[in-house]
């Protein structure tokens, strides 16, 4: 009798147990016809709905910002818009972090949108804010996070892909010009080491997700082909194999390996510093970093020498041009489970943010509506040809970032790949060939995964 | 309403509920089924529900968002064809070395405080410190420990080696996996300590007299007194420790993320997981490590339960 009582007890609170964590899910969203009272495009940001009430919960990869300049934004939106609450939440490891955040389905009501989410997905978990048709003329980038021509996502920015290096450094080791392909680089980096006391290239190798910046150079910048990452990359075979005019994704992954195989870097990656890496550049401890223009704000603001930060194209050249990627940050994102009330509450915040408080300038990016004046920063790209991927064909929305998942190569979302190239150049257990043969091969049986016949 | 009806009515239902109480059997099973409840639904909610989802998961080819596709035992498949699952595991012959190490140290320090030295209490104490820091902090500590030209350069350097010539201790991948597991040692050694010293304060003090009057020095006094009689202890230890050792995570997570060749089983499980978003894969990883400590454990029972029935035969013997 007892064990009888006592299995039923245990069974019971096991079916408790189920449900009390079985019943989110994102496609079972609570929420999903709420539809803002207002499309996107039709918001007159101060004018519409002032009287509007919301709580809004927004998770941001800008850690850094949370409780500086998103706080004047939100007093700023607050004064049309009293009613509106608004939290921000900064998340470290943005995209894996996200992710899992993402599953749970109650999250807040505005994210940026993790590159992990495959296009067709986008409509389970995020709301439609418009056709594309509503944006093309109007804003840059915003193909971003789209499936079927609907868009999901507003770019926060747009950014550049190129190198922040240290002006004085640079002057002082005796460079009047820039170096614009990466055997000049590796001169240039060699003349910075003998030369002055600074760090050449600094590779941020602990903090992990700032190797993915590595990723952003091997299309656009590194070909100059703006169909390379979502078309050619997806079905060439052997991507990651060297060109002899040293141009493609090979060219900028050996620059990394033959930077720190020349001992160019810092001494001990293991131990670099990404927080202090800021006063350090600033301050001409280090000579360059490869990240993207988002970067340049955070080092002028590391220390007292702001005007010795620089920013300039990746050094390679095709055909003897140099081209440099232009593409779209992080995505904002608006929760499919969100009400009625928070959706519209959460576009017009999103509108105010594109259009009028001036994030993209101040964190040195391209504004994303078209027109809107360039940062200063960019200014040695007006002779480079800014070179913006097109999205990939219809039905094909998705084949990236399976095969990219896949592969487990992961470009732009873990840096493990990256992380790789840097402990074989110190090792010297592997040469640069042998890593990309193994990263061709992982990529070929994921696209033959895929269905894709790789040519 | 008639008085009296009312009354009978009231003394039989009371009559009733008196006869279900006053049966203590039934009393007790009440109690024992409320007070079980909570520690039971906290276990069911976050232990044998995710295990039995994660057992589910390794059965399917999923990410976090998205559709899951069932693909029956593929994910057990690529665990067991993928070289990079059991190179991983090699690792753990590192802290399986280490983990003799922290026993012994911890034996040994167990039997010197077990004698009352001068600071006994004090030492006891620091000794048993680390094991109450979270371990990510452990991490942290540890990182700037071995930073080139930090903590442990500094130290080196006051005792007159200079700093060129010591190595770079997370990027040397000779000896980057045996540093790790000495922070490992420092971390886990306290308890292991705590639980030896419990044990040997319970050996009866009249045989370390009778010992020596017999002439035995202190070696004499731990190996033929002390160590058998907590052998249980030891044995228990042992069998956490090597499961320990098979499933590290914490200290190469946060030290060196996997780097240079530190990428322990669970390191890798994270990344496929969370990084490459193998949902699937990685739990299959997680079932086959459970599959595994299980074995380790068994082994190792068996092997105490060979020790001790031919200890138990060898004493027959003697007392023959």
């Known amino acids: 009798m007892k064990h009888r009582i006592l299995a039923l007890v245990l069974a019971g609170m096991l079916t408790a147990a189920a449900t009390a964590c079985g019943s989110t899910n994102g496609k079972t969203s ?112 915003a193909d971003k996070q789209m499936f079927n021509n609907e868009v999901y996502g507003i770019p926060t920015m747009g950014n550049v892909s190129g190198v922040v290096y240290n002006k004085a450094v640079f002057e002082k080791a005796g460079i009047t010009e820039l170096p614009t392909d990466p055997e000049t680089f590796l001169a240039d980096l060699k003349l910075i080491q003998e030369k002055t006391d600074a760090i050449p290239l600094y590779t941020n190798y602990a903090a992990g997700w700032t190797l993915t910046a590595w990723d952003a150079y091997i299309s656009g910048g590194a070909t100059g082909d703006a169909d390379f990452k979502n078309n050619k990359l997806v079905h060439s075979k052997d991507p990651f194999a060297k060109h002899d005019d040293m141009t493609g994704p090979f060219a900028v992954y050996d620059t990394l390996y033959e930077a720190v195989k020349q001992g160019l870097t810092e001494e001990d990656p293991t131990t670099t510093d990404w927080e202090g890496c800021k006063a350090q550049i600033n301050e001409g401890n280090i000579g360059c970093m490869v990240l993207g223009s988002w970067a340049v704000p955070q080092m002028q603001a590391g220390g007292p020498n702001a005007d010795d930060i620089a920013y300039m194209p990746f050094p390679i050249s095709v055909d003897g041009k140099q081209y440099a990627s232009a593409s779209a940050d992080y995505c904002y994102g608006v929760n499919v489970n969100s009400t009625s009330e928070e959706k519209t509450a959460a576009m017009l915040y999103i509108k105010w943010l594109t259009e009028s408080s001036g994030f993209a300038k101040t964190q040195g990016g391209i504004p994303i509506v078209k027109g809107d004046a360039y940062p200063d920063s960019l200014e040695s790209f007006q002779s480079i040809t800014l070179v913006t991927d097109n999205p990939a064909p219809a039905g094909e929305e998705d084949l990236f970032g399976k095969i990219n998942n896949d592969s487990e190569i992961s470009l732009d979302s873990d840096s493990t790949h990256v992380a790789s190239i840097i402990e074989a150049a110190i090792g010297g257990n592997q040469t640069m060939e042998e890593i990309a043969d193994e990263w061709n091969a992982a990529w070929t049986s994921a696209q033959e995964k895929n269905g894709v016949t790789p040519e | ?139 942290f500590i540890f990182k700037y420990f071995y930073t080139h030209g930090f903590v442990l350069d500094s130290i ?56 020596a009057i017999d002439g035995a020095n202190a070696w004499h006094r731990f190996r033929y007194i002390i160590l058998p009689s907590i052998r249980t202890i030891v044995v228990l230890n042992m069998i956490l420790a090597i499961s320990g050792s098979l499933s590290v995570f914490e200290i190469p997570y946060v030290i060196t993320d996997g780097g240079f060749g530190t990428s322990t089983y669970f390191v890798l499980m994270d990344k496929l997981a969370h990084a490459n978003q193998k949902v699937g894969l990685a739990s299959a990883m997680a079932v086959v490590l459970l599959v595994l400590i299980l074995l380790v454990s068994a082994v190792q029972k068996l092997a105490e339960k060979k020790l001790d029935s031919g200890i138990r035969t060898s004493k027959r013997r003697a007392r023959k």
């Not at chain 1, 004047?72 to 995209?95: K, V, W």
């Not at chain 2, 009312?6 to 089924?33: A, F």
């Not at chain 2, 067991?80 to 802290?95: G, M």
């Not at chain 2, 040692?185 to 009249?206: C, E, H, P």
Request: one cysteine or more; charged letters at 20%.
């Open chain 1, 30 to 141: 609570k929420n999903a016809d709420a539809k803002p009272t207002v499309a996107y495009k039709d918001m007159q940001v101060g004018e519409t709905a002032t009287d509007l009430k919301a709580d809004l919960k927004i998770l941001t990869n800008r850690t850094d910002l949370v409780d500086s300049d998103f706080q004047d934004y939100i007093s700023e939106f607050n004064a049309m818009y009293p009613n509106i609450t608004i939290t921000y939440e900064g998340i470290t490891d943005y995209d894996t972090d996200a992710t899992t955040r993402l599953s749970s389905g109650d999250w807040g009501d505005i994210c940026c949108i993790p590159t992990t989410v495959d296009k067709s997905e986008l409509s389970n978990y995020f709301e439609k804010i418009g056709d594309y048709g509503d944006f093309k003329d109007t804003y840059e980038f």
């Open chain 2, 156 to 211: 080196l350097g006051l005792l007159g080696i200079p700093e060129d010539m010591l190595p770079f201790w997370l990027k040397d991948i000779r000896i980057n996996n045996w540093v790790l597991v000495a922070s490992s040692i420092w971390r886990y050694m306290g308890q292991n300590m705590v639980l030896f010293i419990g044990a040997i304060a319970s050996v009866d003090k009249t045989q370390y007299e009778a010992a």
């Open chain 2, 1 to 139: 309403m008639d008085m009296a009806a009312h009354h009978t009515e009231v003394g039989l239902s009371k009559r009733k509920r008196q006869l279900k109480w006053s049966n203590v059997n039934v009393q007790k099973v009440v109690v024992t089924l409320t007070f079980l409840f909570v520690p039971l639904f906290l276990l069911v909610l976050f232990t044998y529900l995710p295990f039995f989802k994660m057992v589910q998961f390794s059965f399917y080819d999923m990410k976090y968002i998205g559709a899951r596709k069932f693909v029956g035992l593929q994910n057990y498949v690529d665990v067991f064809t993928r070289d990079d699952c059991f190179n991983a595991l090699k690792l753990s012959l590192y802290y399986m070395v280490g983990s003799v190490v922290q026993l012994a140290l911890a034996l040994l320090f167990a039997t010197i405080l077990s004698f009352n030295p001068k600071g006994g209490n004090f030492f006891r104490g620091a000794l048993y410190f680390p094991s109450l820091v979270c371990g990510i902090a452990v991490g």
